[in-house]
């Protein structure tokens, strides 16, 4: 076979190649994309309407919703409840704040947290940290000491499948980020937890 000829055929197959390569790879990111699109919205479902994220991480004005702070946590700045011992002779086991986003009660202040992409939320978060997180209820996923605190309900996602904890964790990908950065929790003293 003479050397042009090997030529065209390297050529043709090595082309041919290509344009198969080029269709499997547009047709896995089209399906890609529509799993991941069909993950987002599940996890837009979970979250709005199953998990109640926005219960506590989204404040209030009033009865209402900021929508300028959508799942963006515990203003910063903003005061928070105060708690004594006291109030649990009157039957008060914990105090929160206007917004709905701070709560105090005999194991301290708790803040709800900046669930945006954000460097101040889940920004620096991988999806194997929320996991932990969720699955473990540890502070910040990465195996602190201390617990996440109350009232988050850890314990009634820990049960949830991996497959809708991930699709929580790829729509909070989606929301827009917000730079709120909320308090560090404190202890029943008054300090910040270690």
């Given at each position: 076979?003479p050397l042009r000829?090997?030529m065209r055929?390297?050529?043709?197959?090595t082309l041919f190649?290509?344009?198969?390569l080029?269709?499997?790879?547009?047709g896995?990111s089209?399906?890609?994309a529509?799993?991941?699109?069909?993950k987002?919205a599940?996890?837009?479902?979970?979250?709005?309407?199953?998990a109640?994220?926005?219960q506590c991480?989204?404040?209030?004005r009033?009865?209402?919703y900021d929508?300028?702070?959508t799942?963006?946590?515990h203003?910063?700045g903003?005061?928070?409840?105060?708690?004594?011992?006291d109030l649990?002779?009157k039957g008060?086991?914990i105090?929160?704040?206007?917004?709905?986003?701070?709560?105090?009660?005999p194991?301290?202040s708790?803040?709800?947290?900046?669930?945006?992409p954000?460097?101040?939320g889940l920004?620096?978060?991988?999806?194997?940290?929320f996991l932990?997180?969720?699955?473990?209820?540890?502070?910040?996923?990465?195996g602190?000491k201390?617990n996440?605190?109350?009232?988050?309900?850890w314990k009634?996602y820990q049960g949830?499948?991996?497959d809708?904890l991930k699709?929580i964790?790829?729509y909070?990908r989606?929301?827009?980020p917000?730079?709120?950065?909320?308090?560090e929790?404190l202890n029943?003293?008054?300090q910040?937890?270690?």
């Amino acid at each position: 076979m003479p050397l042009r000829e090997a030529m065209r055929n390297w050529l043709k197959w090595t082309l041919f190649g290509l344009i198969a390569l080029g269709a499997t790879l547009i047709g896995w990111s089209a399906s890609n994309a529509q799993g991941n699109s069909e993950k987002v919205a599940r996890g837009k479902y979970l979250v709005e309407n199953v998990a109640g994220c926005a219960q506590c991480h989204t404040p209030r004005r009033g009865a209402e919703y900021d929508p300028t702070m959508t799942l963006a946590g515990h203003p910063a700045g903003t005061v928070a409840p105060t708690f004594s011992m006291d109030l649990i002779q009157k039957g008060v086991f914990i105090s929160i704040n206007p917004t709905y986003t701070a709560f105090s009660g005999p194991w301290g202040s708790s803040f709800s947290t900046n669930l945006t992409p954000h460097q101040n939320g889940l920004g620096g978060w991988t999806e194997a940290k929320f996991l932990f997180a969720m699955r473990t209820g540890k502070h910040l996923g990465d195996g602190s000491k201390r617990n996440i605190l109350p009232p988050m309900p850890w314990k009634h996602y820990q049960g949830m499948s991996e497959d809708d904890l991930k699709a929580i964790w790829a729509y909070l990908r989606t929301v827009p980020p917000n730079a709120n950065r909320p308090p560090e929790a404190l202890n029943r003293f008054g300090q910040p937890y270690e």
